[in-house]
Nanobody
Framework: QVQLVESGGGLVQPGGSLNVSCEAS????????MGWYRQAPGNKRDMVAT?????NYADSVKGRFTISRDNAKNKVWLQMNLLKPEDTAVYYC???????????????WGQGTQVTVSS
């Protein structure tokens, strides 16, 4: 079994910064892509940033958010700068993991962490 646990969400003023982290644990053989998605009320879940050696960002966060990863620790971070009210959402960690239980990669999600940008 594989678990993804996020931490670091909270309330921040517009223009502020926040860092969220995610750690994968369990019977992990290898992890391909790790990333962050977000979902605001009434909206679908959208990709924010992913990394698999190559990073990919949503246009709305380019230049403000930075994704980083520690493969040895199975951790991924999202540094969010110059936050805007429209960044308010639940942020979900995502990873494509091959575990000891399967021969193929499966996609796992964390439980989500709330990020609120408001004055």
């Amino acid at each position: 079994q594989v678990q993804l646990v996020e931490s670091g969400g909270g309330l921040v003023q517009p223009g502020g910064s926040l860092n969220v982290s995610c750690e994968a644990s369990g019977s992990i053989v290898s992890i391909a892509t790790m990333g962050w998605y977000r979902q605001a009320p009434g909206n679908k879940r959208d990709m924010v940033a992913t990394t698999s050696g190559v990073t990919n960002y949503a246009d709305s966060v380019k230049g403000r958010f930075t994704i980083s990863r520690d493969n040895a620790k199975n951790k991924v971070w999202l540094q969010m700068n110059l936050l805007k009210p429209e960044d308010t959402a639940v942020y979900y960690c995502n990873a494509d993991v091959r575990s000891h239980a399967t021969m193929w990669f499966m996609t796992y999600w964390g439980q989500g962490t709330q990020v609120t940008v408001s004055s």
